[in-house]
Nanobody
Framework: QVRLVDSGGGSVQAGGSLRLSCAASDFTYSTFCIGWFRQAPGKEREGVAA???????TYSDSVKGRFTISQDNGKKTLYLQMSSLKPEDSAMYYC???????????????????WGQGTQVTVSS
């Protein structure tokens, strides 16, 4: 059974940085598409960044240039380095994985089957 455990969230001031981690287990990590999504209260879950098994990455326009997705295949761990954080980045962040994806589906929650429990990020002004 695929298991994803998110961590690394916290409270920071605007302009600060955080690094989220997602530890994966019980699946062939390197063959999966895996990414980060976020959901703020009263808003829909949205794609933040994702990476496929070929190493292709996608980012939402709102985080391009500030967030970086990376992974350590050996450790089966996905990371999201977040810099220049803004109050509007505050949300619950979720790691997600799926056995296959396309450029079109990498940014859509419905394109992912497996989800972590989420980690809260709060950015104060």
């Amino acid at each position: 059974q695929v298991r994803l455990v998110d961590s690394g969230g916290g409270s920071v001031q605007a302009g600060g940085s955080l690094r989220l981690s997602c530890a994966a287990s019980d699946f062939t990590y390197s063959t999966f598409c895996i990414g980060w999504f976020r959901q703020a209260p009263g808003k829909e879950r949205e794609g933040v960044a994702a990476i496929d098994r070929h190493g292709r990455t996608t980012y939402s326009d709102s985080v391009k240039g500030r967030f970086t997705i990376s992974q350590d295949n050996g450790k089966k761990t996905l990371y999201l380095q977040m810099s220049s954080l803004k109050p509007e980045d505050s949300a619950m962040y979720y790691c997600a994985a799926n056995s296959a994806c396309t450029i079109a589906t990498m940014s859509r929650p419905e394109g992912f089957t497996y989800w972590g429990q989420g980690t809260q990020v709060t950015v104060s002004s």
